[in-house]
């Protein structure tokens, strides 16, 4: 018996030193396909497990879409959704005040001009995403088109995980942007930082952006991933655990605000109006407004009634 357990022990170990143990799956998603075909083109040719999210108006989306589906790419829709700096928004922006048929609209339509796609993650969209009430829209309509959802989380308290539930819709969560800078240097960084989150976490999404800097350090780091690390598509990762930080947002979009129901007033004259003053009230430094408050008590009929008695008991002969 001790033999066999010493047998079984030494193959054990000698198949764990053979094969890598993968500790970590690294998914990588490039961002705002479809304007730039040139250096698109330098994306799809590397791994295929490296998956691209087109923008659906964008004036090559069909055909980087098409493309990026034949050479065994993930593809996704990258739809542009309302952010909360005020700034000029692209065509069909989703946004929280929009109606449930304007967004399925919305996502019908990006869903015919990206082909192939799977899942759809947001560009921008800090707003939109921070919505409860914006989000469970966009999941009813997710749904009915078998879409998975990225969340880009560009704003930290996004409700997208709770606007999911009661759905069929899975979610999964960006862990790393890539390329904030256009420096190689930064871009590498961001990279081994995905590499230790997947070893820690057991998974990582990291999201770039089809710029020279980023294909760069793609076409160097992904070749030679340590190996404990493997390149997956981001639906491989739909049954990982995710964790969900955010804390409710229940505010309605401010078109769908609802207003209170009128309360039946508790006095006879349903509330008080106020008249608006005739001209402009003159400001009151605080020396005449003692003076005023002083004249206004010795002239108050309580104050004359004590005058008048003390007068009374300075001269008890009258």
């Known amino acids: 018996m001790l033999q066999f357990r010493a047998i079984a022990l030494a193959v054990a170990g000698s198949l764990a030193l053979a094969a890598p143990a993968f500790a970590g799956k690294l998914s990588i998603v490039i961002d705002d396909f479809g304007y730039r075909p040139q250096t698109e083109n330098q994306v799809l040719a590397l791994p295929s497990t490296i998956s691209v999210a087109v923008l659906p108006n964008a004036p090559h989306a069909r055909e980087m879409a098409t493309k990026a589906h034949n050479l065994g790419h993930e593809v996704l829709i990258h739809l542009p959704m309302a952010p909360l700096s005020k700034q000029p928004l692209e065509k069909d922006t989703l946004r929280p005040e929009m109606s449930s048929e304007e967004i399925e609209r919305i996502i019908r339509e990006a869903y015919g001009k990206v082909p192939y796609a799977v899942g759809l993650n947001n560009h921008m969209g800090s707003a939109m995403t921070s ?41 999964i969560k960006r862990k790393v942007f890539l390329d904030d800078t256009q420096n190689e240097a930064d871009i590498r960084n961001q990279f081994n ?17 089809p710029h020279p800097t980023t294909v760069r350090v793609l076409q160097q780091m992904v070749y030679n991933l340590p190996p404990d690390i493997t390149l997956v598509r981001p639906s491989s990762l739909l049954n990982e655990p995710q964790v969900d930080n955010s804390t409710p947002n229940y505010a309605q979009p401010p078109a769908q605000q609802t207003l209170p129901t009128p309360q039946k007033p508790r006095n006879p004259f349903h509330g008080v109006k106020y008249c608006k003053p005739k001209r402009p009230l003159e400001p009151v430094n605080a020396s005449r407004f003692f003076t005023i408050l002083s004249d206004s008590i010795s002239q108050s009929a309580l104050v004359q009634y004590y005058r008048l008695k003390w007068q009374g008991w300075d001269n008890p002969g009258n």
């Open 131 to 171: 919505n409860l009430f914006g989000m469970q829209k966009v999941m009813q309509a997710l749904e009915r088109y078998n879409l998975y959802f990225l969340d880009s989380v560009t704003i930290g308290n996004t409700q997208a995980m709770r606007a999911a539930q009661g759905t069929g819709v899975k979610v």
């Open 193 to 209: 930082r995905a590499i230790a989150l997947a070893r820690r976490n057991g998974s990582a999404i990291a999201i770039g952006h």
